[in-house]
């Protein structure tokens, strides 16, 4: 993926931040609508990549349609070979799947992120995988 649009990704992540934190629906949908059509634009291309759709996935407020941009990401992370991305984005499918009470599904997740994090220097999401691994176990 180009640089150029890595930093458009950036730029619209930090806007939906900023738009969620001063609760502006107006300017937070507006935003995530370009990174939508930004990412569907790209499908396929060669600048489709997986923090295209971990984006997108991150700032989707309704748990069901996040996990299937999340396994997106994750089959595009999967064929670049990305332990990193791998990583994260099972991290965050387990977060969502916890969410929605769904905990042994989770744990299968997050055990998939707990090995390809195995092959990061990202010590803070081992340590985020887990704490939450800790925290579904006491809950099953």
Not at 4 to 29: H, M, N, P, T, Y
Not at 52 to 57: F, I, K, M, Q, S
Not at 90 to 99: A, D, I, N, P, T
Not at 118 to 127: G, I, M, R, S
Request: glycine residues 4%; proline residues 1%.
């Amino acid at each position: 993926m180009n640089t150029r649009i890595f930093k458009q990704v950036e730029e619209l992540a930090l806007g939906l931040v900023a738009a969620a934190e001063k609760d502006d629906d107006v300017l937070f949908k507006g935003l995530y609508g370009q990174l939508d059509q930004l990412c569907n634009h790209l499908e396929g291309s060669k600048n489709d990549h997986p923090v295209l759709w971990e984006t997108l996935a991150d700032f989707t407020e309704e748990n069901p349609q996040a996990l299937v941009l999340y396994r997106k990401a994750y089959l595009l992370a999967d064929s670049l070979k990305d332990n990193e991305y791998k990583a994260s984005i099972q991290f965050s499918l387990g977060q969502r799947l916890s969410e929605d009470g769904a905990h042994q599904e989770a744990l299968e997740e997050l055990s998939l992120s707990e090995k390809f994090a195995a092959f990061t220097e990202d010590d803070v999401l081992k340590q985020d995988i887990q704490e939450l691994i800790a925290e579904l176990k006491t809950e099953i």
